[in-house]
């Protein structure tokens, strides 16, 4: 739907130390820590690097001017919200994932005793292998935006 920009620094604005040399909340970089307990401890550390995505110019607080501004984040792939993944992004596809009995073009969806609310529809004429566990369950492969899940 989105790819957010990660921020063009990965040290610490104060005194460009690595986000991942420290386990310190100093914007850009924001660690996660991990619990003592945690097996992941002993090959990570206190804490995992996460850095802060990178905003649009003049929003958020920046690390020249300090001034608290509402912070945008920047989209690359589009400036649009992009529901091709759900909805398809040819004519095609739209058209295989469209109910069209009731000519209200919504998402198709099957229901099933399960899942009452609906999935998203199967791929019946694709013939592909979706990697699924037949023994774990018996539900098949899904159709979204013209790839199958």
């Avoid at 386990?23 to 991990?34: A, L, N, Q």
């Avoid at 998402?107 to 004429?125: A, E, V």
Wanted: proline share 6%.
């Amino acid at each position: 739907m989105s790819l957010t920009v990660q921020a063009t620094s990965n040290t610490r604005f104060s005194d460009s130390l690595r986000c991942l040399s420290s386990c310190s909340f100093e914007p850009p970089c924001y660690p996660i820590r991990v619990p003592d307990d945690d097996h992941l401890r002993e090959e990570r550390g206190s804490c995992l690097e996460f850095v802060r995505s990178a905003a649009i110019c003049l929003s958020g607080e920046t690390s020249f001017l300090h001034l608290p501004y509402r912070r945008e984040q920047i989209n690359q792939l589009t400036s649009f919200f992009d529901g091709s993944n759900i909805y398809g992004s040819t004519v095609q596809d739209a058209w295989d994932l469209r109910e069209r009995s009731t000519g209200k073009g919504l998402l198709r969806i099957h229901n099933t005793p399960q899942f009452p609310k609906g999935l998203l529809p199967f791929s019946t004429d694709t013939p592909v292998d979706c990697q699924r566990d037949r023994q774990a369950s018996q539900i098949g492969c899904f159709l979204a935006g013209g790839k199958l899940t």
